[in-house]
């Protein structure tokens, strides 16, 4: 498994003024007929800030949590930086961990929906050709494609993540579904 992206967000503690902190910082983008914050991207480790209005800043692109904790660091050093008084006791709050995997076998999709069952999965193959599978438990959602890849979402700790690739293996596997 791979953790492609995280998401996450914090706060500066206080509302911004969009404009001057585009000038401001150093390799900001701020065009608010496009996007209603200040985009700012961090080198180490690579990832996007999201800057708004109110004072909240989303961190994505990260390829773990360690690192978007990092970004928020950065930004908020960046900020200290330019004068601006920053909080330092806002939590980062992981929103999204996106993963991806391989099962190393092909699937068939459409055994594999009617041996889920229709009520765990979605997958209308002339909409989508992935088959979408809720989980509970972790509850994360998992899309399965006709190759063996997965793309694992919606957890907020890589652990959920992990936990649902072998959720979904245990459940392929007694079902006999794994390999077809």
Do not use: C, W
């Not at 997965?150 to 649902?164: F, I, K, N």
């Amino acid at each position: 498994m791979s953790v492609e992206n995280v998401v996450a967000s914090s706060s500066i503690g206080q509302e911004l003024d969009l404009d001057d902190v585009a000038f401001d910082l150093d390799g900001a983008e701020y065009d608010p007929g496009q996007f209603p914050g200040v985009i700012y991207r961090t080198r180490d480790p690579e990832t996007t800030a999201l800057i708004f209005r109110s004072g909240k800043v989303v961190v994505t692109g990260a390829q773990s949590v360690a690192d978007t904790r990092a970004s928020v660091v950065i930004v908020r050093e960046q900020f200290a930086d330019l004068g601006i008084e920053v909080r330092d006791d806002t939590p980062v709050a992981v929103q999204n961990i996106v993963a991806s995997a391989d099962l190393g076998a092909k699937l068939n999709l459409n055994a594999i929906a009617i041996g889920l069952g229709l009520e765990a999965v979605e997958y209308e193959p002339e909409q989508f050709h992935g088959l979408v599978y809720r989980l509970d438990d972790p509850e994360v959602v998992v899309l399965l494609f006709g190759s063996g890849k997965l793309v694992l979402t919606g957890g907020t700790e890589t652990e959920q993540a992990r936990r649902a690739l072998e959720t979904v293996r245990s459940d392929l596997d007694s079902l006999g579904l794994l390999g077809l």
